[in-house]
């Protein structure tokens, strides 16, 4: 019994600690709705990006693939499938990062993704808060899809979508990084959750349209804090943000 | 010449050192749509909330009246109409505030709110970025409201502001602090204007519902960064923050 309140004390204490040193705050760069616009152009680069977390997805000037940034790492899975680390001197359009630290874990086997999700809705305190979720293991199977850079003038990302290459998996061990954002961001962020996935080797990977869990390990950080910078650009002033692009935003991210 | 590109390089320096340094970061506790539902229990002590900002608006625990941040003071206008300089111990449900740095002045004289609104939108850089607005001077005719502290189990705000205490001034001098927030952070906070009043002598004012404007002086602060803490209280984790209450909100806040 004294070790697991000391145990909880210790979680506790961790928590305030985080909250404290701004380890729980989900940071963005410019908003959902700029780029569902082709705002496609860098704002910022990916050293400073990293000085705002570990761990988190976007995408690349140019809309040059999908990002993941797992362990401190930035990786870039480009439209042909390949994936290699990415200079601090790149710079991205949109992404999302934080510190990661495990707040919640949970074992899952035998499931689609779509369940998996229903199920860890049922277990983080709220769909009001945002949580950053690594699901690491064996997938039987995972369906991705990449972006190749475009060049201007640029197409708004719901035409760039419809012939992106996508890429299928079975059998393969790996990891998805994400976000679970709440309702309210919408226009801002995507709301639900939003997974990119590299394989254990890193040499391949993509933003994730469906998967077949085998049997993997879920771990949630808690972010209840949210930082976002909007970009400088006169293309960020110029473009109307005020349409709904919420039936869009499912056909691109589904 | 010299003086004038020393002075523009000057503003730049600036600029550059209080995005540097966060003062361009408009901060926010909890959402719009949370305090719309009801969710009036203090979050945030104004010690804490000063740390983020000199000046803002926002209502405190149990909604017991209007706030005004100004000039590193915090005062509560309360539903009697009397204004008090609050302790930095009493607390926040929802407020809006950041460090103010001058970026843009106009002058305006004999025209109402809404006029001087519409002229300031079109010299602005864009209406998707967040601004802070220091309105200063004479004004013919300011129209207010604020509201009284509410017992448990609070009515939503919808409900509360139908019986809301309104007060009028006339040829009274005296400031407006507030905010143009974007389109797109609609549930999170006040897209367009949201400004509270203060008389010069600092005894009287509220939520701005209309004005007419004798003579005064904007101030804009560009603030493109924008940083939200969520509540870690159970009532926001269980609230239901899905619904669109666009219409409550205009019939709240005109």
């Known amino acids: ?81 390949s994936v290699h680390v990415v200079d601090d001197a790149r710079t991205t359009p949109f992404a999302t990062v934080t510190f990661f630290d495990e707040d919640q874990t949970a074992a899952f086997s035998d499931v689609d993704l779509a369940q998996l999700q229903q199920t860890l809705d049922a277990r983080l305190p709220s769909e009001n808060l945002f949580y950053a979720i690594r699901i690491e293991g064996v997938f039987k199977k995972v369906r991705t899809r990449s972006v190749p850079a475009q060049t201007k003038p640029y197409r708004p990302l719901v035409e760039v979508a419809r012939t992106q290459p996508e890429f299928e998996f079975e059998n393969v061990r790996g990891v998805m990084v994400g976000f679970r954002a709440p309702p309210f961001v919408k226009g801002v962020n995507v709301p639900g959750y939003h997974l990119h996935f590299l394989t254990e080797d890193r040499k391949a990977g993509g933003h994730v349209l469906e998967a077949a869990i085998g049997e993997v390990t879920v771990i949630v950080d808690h972010t209840p804090d949210f930082y976002m910078q909007l970009p400088r650009s006169r293309a960020f002033q110029e473009v109307d943000l005020t349409k709904d692009r919420e039936a869009e935003l499912y056909e691109v991210e589904k």
């Open 1 to 81: 019994m004294k070790k697991l309140v000391l145990a909880a004390c210790a979680l506790l204490l961790q928590g305030l600690v985080h909250a404290a040193d701004g380890r729980d705050v989900l940071m963005q760069v410019s908003t959902i709705d700029a780029l569902m616009n082709g705002l496609y152009d860098g704002e910022l680069s990916i050293g400073e990006l990293k000085r705002h977390g570990d761990f988190g997805i976007g995408t690349f000037d140019a809309l040059d693939g999908e990002m993941v940034v797992l362990d401190g790492q930035c990786y870039q899975v480009r439209g042909d499938g």
